[in-house]
């Protein structure tokens, strides 16, 4: 099974660069794409983030061999509904969602016959819309897919093949798995950077603006996080709800015994941590999942 059309549903920072790493990349394969708002149609024409900007989602599927969902993954099944017209029935239907298993139902519930193959690279900045996309998003980071049982071998070599040609690598994993293990990694760092931030935002009035006036580097840090697109984490948060209060639990664990070990003066307790912690850091580096350099060192 071969990708020669791939249709993008959703033209902002992942659409986008899936629609450009194609074309830097030289891949023999026609791109067409859609979005629901008129002014992000109009910016992704301009910058050419792929080769015909439709004006409906059953336009842009039509004869498509592979179609990505870059929504929110509470959008998903009403944008799989919207397309489902236009759509080819050999069609792959893959998305970019950051929870999968919510992900598969709702795309299985809109689209019942077709051949859904969720997915999720592990790519991004904070930035959001038409304008972020750029080509190398994907180079050198991890794209896990989470294949239904019983999935067509050939469509899942197919999916697999083309995230490793715009340069990520794949990984295959099942759909819970995912989402308890980007709960950890990704969506509790994303929910305490969004409290810390709002915490400091309440205290503002109260310190006339010192806190961002003597913002530190760790604070700093947090509210480039925290300026990640509202609607997306939001809707990851719903329909991950499961893993992320699990791992909330745990994480509330582990804050208590160090409120405990700060008001006892327990020192040791807290350089064996911050200790094990900076190991995790250097591995992150020595993996290539960042370096010491902004945004992973990338040209934007």
Not at 70 to 80: F, H, L, N, S
Not at 117 to 144: D, K, M, N, Y
Not at 282 to 288: M, N
């Amino acid at each position: 099974m071969t990708i020669d059309r791939a249709a993008i549903i959703g033209l902002g920072l992942l659409g986008g660069s899936i629609g450009l790493a194609i074309k830097a990349r030289g891949l023999d394969i026609a791109t067409t794409g859609w979005d629901r708002d008129p002014a992000v149609r109009a910016k992704a024409a301009e910058r050419e983030l792929v080769g015909q900007v439709c004006d409906t989602a059953a336009d842009a599927v039509t004869d498509a061999d592979l179609v990505i969902l870059c929504v929110p993954v509470g959008a998903m099944g009403d944008a799989a509904r919207e397309l489902a017209p236009g759509l080819s029935p050999h069609a792959i239907i893959s998305d970019v969602g950051s929870s999968k298993a919510a992900v598969a139902a709702a795309l299985a519930a809109a689209l019942p016959s077709a051949c859904i193959i969720p997915a999720h690279p592990v790519a991004g900045t904070e930035q959001s819309g038409p304008e972020a996309g750029f080509a190398t998003l994907f180079a050198g980071r991890w794209c896990i897919i989470t294949p239904p049982d019983g999935v067509d071998p050939a469509a899942l070599a197919a999916l697999s093949d083309f995230w490793t040609a715009l340069g990520s690598k794949v990984e295959l994993m099942d759909a819970a798995h995912h989402d308890l293990v980007l709960a950890v990694t990704s969506h509790i760092p994303h929910l305490i950077a969004y409290t810390i931030v709002g915490t400091a935002s309440d205290l503002e009035d109260v310190t006339q603006s010192e806190v961002i006036k003597y913002s530190a580097g760790g604070f700093r840090d947090f509210t480039r996080i925290a300026a990640s697109d509202p609607v997306m984490w939001r809707d990851v948060f719903l329909t991950n709800k499961g893993a992320v209060l699990e791992m909330l639990g745990r994480f509330s664990e582990d804050l208590t015994a160090l409120q405990r070990a700060i008001r006892s003066g327990d020192g040791d307790t807290l350089f064996d941590l911050f200790t094990r912690t900076r190991a995790i850091r250097r591995q992150v580096i020595e993996q290539g999942q960042d370096d010491e350099r902004p945004d992973f060192g990338r040209d934007h």
